[in-house]
């Protein structure tokens, strides 16, 4: 079995301060653990691991209807809780995540905070665009979530660690609902993709579109389904050495968004 | 640096030292926890479940520290947790959920966290708590089953009573026997090659090759054996130049001699070009990534046109393998004909071209084998393989040793399929085991099983055939090509069995099948089951239907009026004779009786309602033949003998690859005996104590191994009665055993007393027994198979929801096991159907290494199965029996293909059906 035999340090670290004093010394090749899944797909590789599990919030918590959902809470939890309906589509997504066993260990942050940014949340969470508390050396601090993105990929500053989404009760207010489609295991090259949709209180809606082959692409306040249409079929090609055709994944594109607008599961 | 920290593990806390990089579950497998199996490369297939705190989580994902603080519940401790959650293995066990049982400890664990979150949970809560977790064997049902009787006994609805054992019983020949087995392997107690850890042991690893095809100019291994910890490093240099076959078949060995231990020429992408052997994984590590290969590459082969047609090089020069004509890369060729073909005028004809698609075995524990020499200087090998006897004879032969010298064992194996019908990694290890005087363990990554383990044989089948206008088929054209990749291994055998199989299934007076081998620069082909009649039937099942259409028929009647029948002769029995010797004459058939069940369990001609606007649905069929054996060739011995206390000893040579071939022996052997079947201790497969099988492979131990076991155990029968009668001047005729008792009128004398009597004799009565059993005949099982499936028409997803498979596979020894086959092997030919595919980049790289990209069936794609068996008594098998392995294989992609048009006029000519094919069918 995949040996990982490259890690030399396990850091856990019970406080902030603990934390920075890691941090302020420089080892290369750190990685940060939310949760634990990127031990697969980062750690193995990582000579120092950093468990922030003592560190960041994995509480839920709804107040005057914002809501706060902290990066440690892990995908099955947040699955589960007691949320308002614009955030549906963020529940639904964490439903469907990978498996039962990972959705008990992989954090909502997790992905984030590891660099790894592909993930059936993403989509959601892009569009519904939440404020994220950060904590740095001097305390916490809040920035708005599209301040973090760059070229549709995440990074956070340097020297901060997620630590909690807050979705504004304002801001949730322009959302009546969503729903997220997931689909997976179809075909080779097809799969996968997931489809998010927030229902606007004005009648338009949001589309979230995340792929591997097109990575993701986002449209908001679309009040013409057909103009949508007509944008996913100008999508660029797919890179070559798949076997999947750029017209097959736009028909099936197509179809998933009619049926997801109707108002159903995929 | 290792720390020591404290984890609470079942209830209890233990102080551990842990290095930092340590996960979860390697720490849980080094302080003996047991159960935790690994059968991925990092959080795909569930094997190493445990709770975390009552959730499931997956323990190779998880540095052992962060489970600090948390409790921690293994499946030692799901058995110790209170009465109920006790319950779940013998549950488990009792409906049948586990076969080779690699997974069943996962699976419990997973069921542990729905226990923990749920007291009485639906089917479709049950279903998503298990979906984390791959089974290979079981196609889900009896996992989910065995569930559902846990859920079923906690919250009182099936009486506990019902969890009894039945293994006093002593008639058990056609009775739902759990396996005997069953209690080790749903307790995490079986022990496979890949948990064993030797006395001073030293493990391997493998260098692979990064091209396709290539001489090796230069390899440098001077930084690498420098390395501390390093014992060995090996190469093609340093290793015997002995040609030899990786295929394990019997005698007479039809395999050209094309491999050695270590190639100097790369013939695919991640063939081994090195081997280390270090104190420990990571110094292996370190040091492969300290050898330098130069390549002086080769043109790259991977189409027939490519490697055949228009040959670019010769794979394997002349003089080095026994190839019919290496410089075209042709293995072998052969022709069957009957009659002539092409001569009878105002045919109906119809014909296709049918492309077949490389499918790995993904058998859950993957190739391992520990070698060490012992104080005779034997090679004692212990491996998870099919084939013991084929592997004392194929390393042997590599290694120049008598077979004496040599000792294959194997404890439980966690899947086979065929995939452990070659001998991959039991030749390297032995080589390094006799120089270092320690033992040598090779466990192969799910990634190199991807790349250099064996897959089924990719064909290209044109077919075309002719019927009279009332339909009766009447010519047989086929053109066979099999792509065995980059070595000739199974290749002709294969091809030999397709040849015959597409001639067999419906007899025609003129038949003409023309087959050629060609080798390429992909990942060898192996046997797999069905070995070489998926390929076949996947073009003759969908051309049917064809032609049933064309003929205005009814495809279930046009197979009815083309079958072959009891009494009814095979074509022939091998083609690498000349003249081909005929086949055997069947002696039972019930197809009719299969064909008929399945219409009325899949509503034949009843359509079945749209579920939704953008789904069609329809139903197909197709039936085929498989064997019990190979006729003339398998060969097994038994040795059946007596214990002072009247228990009875089994020792076979046959392997129990998780089918429950133990325990249908053992159920034979008490049967004939009339003894309880816990009376009977079987022994399986150490060629250094049980006697000569050929392995467990072509679906042959009921029916051969079985044979030997009845006729074995009648022996010692008669032996008992005629010593007893002038022993104890009972009356002979009429004497039985019963239950633990000899019965002899109205006298009856314990089974124990009787024995202790024997062994105090003063004469020397023979209480041992050996018999072998070869046979001039392998009586087919048949099958008919329907499906009924949603096609998805804008996604191109085909989902099969209900599989029918009703075969004629002579008596169930063991109805619940044989199921249990009959489901497995649906799922696994599904996976075929519309999944599964190893493919390739231009520059011959693999491009699915991992249960990520290669998609085997989950538990989500597990369709409602009916199996029922048409049982007629078989005359030339143990208590009337057939095989049940490798039957249900074939049949399902053809029945999806024509499934698939009978909702929507889409026919595929390609697997796996996938959407990106459903797309361009649609569209053409």
Request: glycine share 8%; hydrophobic share 45%.
């Amino acid at each position: 079995m995949l040996t990982r035999h490259a890690t030399r340090e396990y850091h856990a670290p019970e406080n902030t301060s603990a934390l920075f004093a890691l941090l302020a010394a420089p080892v290369p090749n750190t990685a940060l653990l939310a949760g634990g899944i990127s031990l697969h797909w980062r750690g193995c590789r990582a000579s120092r691991l950093i468990d922030l599990r003592h560190i960041i919030s994995s509480s839920v918590s709804v107040t005057d209807g914002t809501v706060a959902i902290g990066a440690g809470t892990t995908v099955a939890a947040a699955a589960a809780a007691h949320l308002p309906a614009p955030l549906t589509a963020l529940r639904q997504a964490c439903a469907r995540l990978a498996s039962p066993q990972i959705r008990n260990v992989a954090t909502l942050g997790g992905n984030l905070i590891s660099h790894f940014d592909f993930s059936d949340t993403l989509g959601p969470l892009y569009l519904l665009a939440p404020n994220l508390r950060l904590i740095t050396r001097d305390g916490a601090v809040t920035r708005p979530f599209t301040e973090l993105l760059v070229k549709d990929r995440f990074t956070l500053p340097a020297n901060t660690v997620l630590d909690a989404f807050i979705f504004p009760a304002a801001r949730l207010a322009q959302w009546r609902g969503g729903r997220h489609h997931k689909e997976s295991r179809l075909g080779r090259d097809l799969a996968t993709l997931g489809l998010t949709i927030l229902d606007r209180t004005d009648g338009a809606f949001d589309l979230a579109l995340t792929a591997y082959w097109l990575q993701m692409r986002c449209w908001h306040a679309v009040t013409n389904a057909a103009d949508l249409q007509a944008q996913l079929a100008a999508l660029p090609p797919p890179k070559s050495d798949q076997r999947a055709t750029a017209d097959q994944r736009r028909r099936l594109l197509a179809a998933l968004l009619d049926r997801l607008l109707a108002g159903g599961a995929a | 640096m290792s720390d020591r920290i404290t984890l609470h593990i079942d209830g209890s806390d233990r102080t551990v030292a842990v290095p930092p990089a340590m996960t979860l579950v390697q720490l849980l497998k080094r302080e003996g926890y047991r159960g935790l199996r690994q059968a991925c490369d990092g959080g795909s297939c569930g094997g190493c479940t445990v709770l975390l705190d009552q959730r499931p989580v997956l323990s190779c994902l998880l540095n052992a520290r962060q489970s600090v603080g948390r409790k921690i519940l293994t499946i030692e401790g799901v058995i110790a947790y209170n009465d109920e959650l006790r319950l779940l293995p013998l549950c488990l066990k009792k409906a049948g959920s586990a076969q080779c049982g690699f997974c069943t400890c996962g699976f419990i664990m997973a069921a542990a966290g729905l226990y923990f979150a749920a007291r009485d949970p639906q089917r479709d809560e049950l279903v998503t708590a298990l979906s984390g977790n791959l089974c290979r064997c079981t196609g889900y049902e009896k996992i989910i089953r065995g569930v559902e009787l846990f859920f079923a006994v906690i919250n009182g609805r099936t009486d506990r009573a019902q969890l009894a054992s039945a293994h006093d019983c002593t008639a058990p020949v056609g009775e739902r026997i759990e396996k005997l087995d069953g209690d080790g392997l749903t307790r995490g107690e079986a022990a496979y090659a890949s948990d064993m850890v030797m006395p001073r042991q030293l493990v391997m690893r493998l260098l692979t090759a990064t091209v396709a095809h290539a001489r090796i100019r230069a390899i440098d291994i001077s930084a690498a054996e420098k390395l501390p910890g390093v014992r060995l490093v090996l190469t093609h240099r340093n290793t015997p130049d002995t040609r030899f076959t990786t295929a394990a078949q019997g005698y007479p060995e039809p395999s050209p001699y094309d491999a050695r231990i270590l190639t100097d020429t790369v013939r695919f992408h991640g063939e081994p070009v090195a081997a280390v052997v270090a104190e420990d994984l990571a110094t292996a590590d370190a040091a492969l990534q300290l050898i330098t290969v130069d390549y002086d590459e080769l043109p790259v082969m991977l189409t027939f046109a490519d490697a055949y047609e228009q040959t670019k090089a010769a794979i394997h020069p002349a003089g080095l393998a026994n190839f019919a004509d290496p410089a075209h890369n042709l293995v072998c060729e052969f022709q069957y004909t009957q009659g002539a073909v092409g001569q009878t005028p105002d045919l109906v004809r119809v014909s296709g071209t049918f492309t077949t698609s490389k499918q790995q075995h993904v058998h859950l524990e993957p190739h391992v084998a520990i070698a060490a020499k012992d104080e005779y200087g034997r090679i004692n090998i212990i491996s998870s393989t099919q084939v013991p006897f084929d592997v004392r004879r194929i390393v042997a032969r590599a290694l120049g040793l008598p077979f004496s010298m040599v000792r294959v064992s194997k404890p439980r194996l966690g899947g086979g399929f065929g995939g452990k019908q070659e001998v991959l990694v039991e030749t390297i290890v032995a080589c390094a085991a006799a120089r270092l005087d320690r033992p040598v363990k090779l466990l192969l990554s799910r990634r190199e099983e991807f790349l250099f383990a064996r897959t089924r044989h990719p064909f290209r089948v044109t077919l075309e055939l002719g019927f009279t206008r009332a339909g009766k088929l009447t010519d047989l054209t086929a053109g066979i090509l099999s792509d065995t990749g980059a070595y000739g291994g199974h290749g002709s055998t294969v091809a030999e069995l397709a040849t015959m199989r597409i001639a067999s299934l419906y007899p025609a007076p003129n038949v003409r099948v023309d087959t050629k081998v060609i080798c390429t620069n992909k990942t060898p082909g192996g046997a797999f089951r069905g070995y070489g009649e998926p390929q076949v039937m996947f073009a003759l099942e969908s051309l049917m239907d064809e032609a049933a259409a064309q003929l205005g028929m009814d495809p279930a009647e046009l197979r009815l009026l083309n079958h072959i029948r009891a009494g009814d002769r095979l074509p022939v029995e091998t083609l690498f004779v000349q003249p081909h010797p005929p086949g055997e004459v069947i002696t039972t058939c019930e197809l009719p009786r299969c064909i008929a069940r399945g219409q009325e369990r899949i509503g034949w001609g009843t359509p079945r309602p749209a579920p939704a606007p953008h789904v069609r649905t329809g139903k197909g069929m197709a039936i085929s033949l498989q064997g019990s054996g190979i006729a003339n060739i398998t060969r097994s011995s038994v040795t059946v003998s007596l214990n002072e206390d009247g228990s009875i000893q089994l020792l076979s040579g046959a392997v129990d690859v998780g089918t429950g071939a133990d325990t249908v022996l053992a159920q034979i052997a008490a049967q004939t005996l009339g003894v309880p079947l816990t009376r009977i201790h079987i022994i399986t497969a150490d060629t250094a104590v049980t006697p000569y099988d050929s392995g467990s492979y072509a679906s042959n131990t009921t029916y051969f191994a079985g044979h030997a076991v009845q006729q074995a155990c009648a022996r010692l029968r008669e032996q008992i009665f005629t010593w007893a009668a002038a022993k104890f001047q009972l009356p002979r005729d009429g004497m039985a055993l019963r239950g633990n008792m000899l019965v002899a009128g109205d006298i009856t004398k314990p089974l124990p007393e009787v024995a202790t009597a024997i062994f105090a004799d003063l004469r020397p009565v023979d209480t041992v027994f050996c018999i072998t059993v070869k046979k001039e005949t392998a009586a087919p099982p048949f099958i008919a198979t329907f499906v009924d499936v949603d096609v998805d028409i804008q996604t191109g997803r085909i989902t099969v929801v209900k599989a029918v498979q009703v075969a004629d596979c002579g008596t169930i020894i063991n109805p619940l096991l044989a199921e249990g086959q009959m489901e497995g092997a649906t799922l696994q030919a599904l996976g075929y159907a519309l999944t599964e595919e190893i493919s390739y980049a231009a520059d011959g790289r693999v491009r699915e290494s991992d249960l990520l990209a290669y998609r085997v069936p989950t538990i989500f794609e597990k369709p409602e199965f009916a199996v029922e068996f048409i049982q007629p008594h078989e005359p030339t098998g143990p208590y009337g029996a057939k095989a049940v392995g490798e039957v249900a294989f074939a049949t399902m992609a053809p029945a999806i293909n024509n499934a698939v048009f009978a909702a929507c006029g889409v026919r595929f000519r390609d697997l796996p059906m996938s959407p990106e094919r459903f797309f361009a069918a649609q569209r053409s």
